[in-house]
């Protein structure tokens, strides 16, 4: 039976790719997305709600669905404080997760980050770690939690210092061996993609999936080969 999949961060750089691959997804007649802004994208199972997120909790009814996708973030730096940055990263995510979960959402998925700890001494990690006790926490039947690490792929912004970082992550990848695999920089779009793909309707509870594992998995994907746990 066809579903309704709701998903925040639809305009960022995981969020964008995961809108096409749900909206071409069979499992989904129709695909909402709440957020400050357009896709700028049309398609007849997309429905776009642009609202405030102050607001959220006044409109509950936009929240209604049976799967929730969480691609929402940013960075400290963007953000302008640490106050703000957890307003964004935690706070907003956690409060749409609620309203989804009363308008019937049995499982979530979450884009959280490589070395997410609640008692990491960073306050990054610290606040993606966070995040992903509180979904898990949360009451869903199930919490897929994606940790991928330093990110490739177009941005609508890039600064010189990302571009030379990009860079730098390509050319040191292939040096990360053993233990080291899951610091590999991975693509956007196979994030993504393993998210909207992977099957888990036999997970009960919480899934973590790191970086390197994301990228096995879409490996397998692409060859045709079924993933086994």
Request: proline share 3%; glycine share 10%; aromatic share 8%.
């Amino acid at each position: 039976m066809a579903k309704k999949a709701l998903l925040l961060g639809a305009t960022g750089l995981i969020g964008s790719h995961l809108l096409g691959y749900l909206l071409d997804s069979e499992m989904y007649d129709s695909v909402a997305v709440v957020g400050r802004r357009s896709t700028g994208m049309k398609h007849p199972k997309l429905v776009e709600h642009i609202c405030d997120f102050a607001c959220i909790a006044q409109h509950p009814e936009l929240f209604v669905c049976d799967d929730f996708y969480n691609c929402m973030g940013t960075t400290i730096k963007k953000a302008g404080s640490q106050a703000a940055f957890k307003e964004v990263d935690h706070n907003i995510p956690l409060a749409a997760a609620k309203l989804a979960l009363a308008g019937g959402a049995k499982s979530a998925w979450v884009v959280s980050s490589i070395g997410a700890d609640p008692k990491s001494s960073i306050f990054y990690l610290k606040t993606k770690g966070e995040v992903e006790k509180d979904f898990v926490d949360a009451g869903f039947d199930r919490v897929m939690l994606f940790r991928p690490a330093g990110l490739l792929g177009k941005r609508n912004e890039m600064r010189i210092g990302e571009i030379l970082g990009i860079g730098f992550m390509k050319i040191i990848s292939p040096l990360l061996i053993g233990g080291l695999k899951k610091n590999r920089p991975i693509e956007a779009k196979h994030v993504a993609y393993v998210m909207a793909h992977q099957p888990v309707n036999h997970v009960k509870g919480s899934r973590v999936f790191e970086s390197h594992e994301i990228e096995q998995i879409y490996g397998s994907m692409m060859s045709g080969c079924r993933y086994m746990e």
